[in-house]
């Protein structure tokens, strides 16, 4: 019997960019994000007679996922599985397929193994594979802090609906991953202490301005936070660039949309795609602006999405049809 779990990937508004020394993946700095609905991982976990872990059909070593196993099996008795996962965006492009990846990994596991993991073990498991996926067990509005660096629900998707366009500004995978990078930018970026002390005062302010519904006080510290990192990239030694001139066309076509009074923000992680997210009323808007942006690949509109779940028994068939289609094996 194959467990089938699906999780969605998450964008933070404010970021996480640094670790805390020791074990256990621990951020060094609170973050907050939005999970998305229009993007989706989907896992399935079977019995094995030794681990196998397939992304999009191909058979993959991930170290990562090695390591998440051992990390589970440290506590849980998991035995040797099978694990074929599928993202329906780009992987590793910078749209956060770690998040999902591990988000959807972890739960599937628990649900497989009958584990009895709460949310919080699956969001403190999940994060020490990859910090973001911490948050990706939840949906909504979701903070990940200390003292116990698990993912936090803050507000339902449904509590304020934002929409987020995505700008899809290059197909291909990133040059430096978010944990090379990190750490490169906590070892040589002068302005790395301030980053994680300016860091932590951010994200008490923005979790007030999620409590209050203010979009345009959301707006002007996510930009921020968003701008201070890639600042902060910026000044690692060698520099990270993590942006190409369409990434920077989008902003600038963001920021006159703004100005004329959309209310829309940008926001972009490790890699060149832009996420703009808005209110609903403004989507089809900010949609046919970034459209029109040369270069600009794709758009994909999403709204807000839940937390990683085992699929139900009426949509399991359709998840292992479009994991078993990426897999290229016929039903
Ligand atoms: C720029 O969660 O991918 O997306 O913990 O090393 O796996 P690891 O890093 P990861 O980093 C995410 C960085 C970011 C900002 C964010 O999501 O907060």
């Known amino acids: 019997m194959a467990t089938v779990t699906r999780a969605h990937p998450n964008i933070a508004l404010i970021k996480y960019w640094g670790k805390a020394a020791g074990e256990g993946n621990v951020p060094a700095t609170p973050s907050l994000s939005i999970t998305l609905d229009a993007l989706t991982t989907t896992t399935e976990v ?25 990390n589970l099996r440290r506590r849980f008795p998991v035995p040797p599985l099978h694990i074929r996962s ?53 949906g909504g509005f979701v903070a990940l802090r200390g003292p116990n660096w698990h993912g936090e629900m803050l507000a339902a998707p449904a509590d304020w609906p934002l929409k987020v366009v995505i700008a899809i500004a290059a197909a291909e995978a990133k040059a430096v991953s978010s ?13 790395y202490p301030s980053w994680v002390t300016s860091t932590a005062q951010d994200f008490d302010v923005a979790v007030t301005l999620v409590a209050n519904r203010d979009f345009t006080g959301l707006a002007e510290l996510a930009e921020f936070s968003c701008l201070k990192m890639h600042g902060l990239m910026l000044s690692s030694r060698p520099g990270l660039i993590y942006w190409n001139p369409t990434t920077l066309a989008c902003m600038h076509r963001i920021r006159e949309l703004r100005d004329s009074g959309l209310p829309v923000f940008f926001t972009m992680d490790a890699g060149p795609q ?24 794709e758009v994909l509109v999403s709204g807000l999405g839940d937390g990683a779940a085992p699929k139900t028994k009426a949509d399991t068939k359709a998840a292992t049809q479009a994991v078993n289609k990426a897999a290229g094996k016929s039903q």
Request: charged content about 20%; proline content about 4%; overall charge negative.
């Open 86 to 138: 599928h993202n329906n965006f780009p992987t590793a492009a910078g749209l956060a397929s770690s998040a999902s990846g591990f988000a959807a990994l972890v739960t599937a596991i628990d649900a497989h193994c009958d584990l009895g993991m709460t949310a919080q073990a699956r969001s403190d498991y999940a994060r020490q594979a990859s910090g973001s996926a911490a948050r990706s067990i939840f």
């Open 179 to 191: 944990s090379e990078g990190m750490k490169r930018s906590a070892a040589t970026s002068p302005y």
């Open 274 to 297: 832009v996420k703009a997210v808005c209110l609903p009323k403004a989507a089809p808007e900010v949609a046919a602006a970034l459209a029109d942006v040369g270069g600009v690949h």
């Open 46 to 70: 079977s019995d094995a007679d030794t681990d196998i872990f397939e992304l999009d059909g191909r058979p993959v070593a991930d170290t990562k996922v090695t390591e998440c196993l051992a």
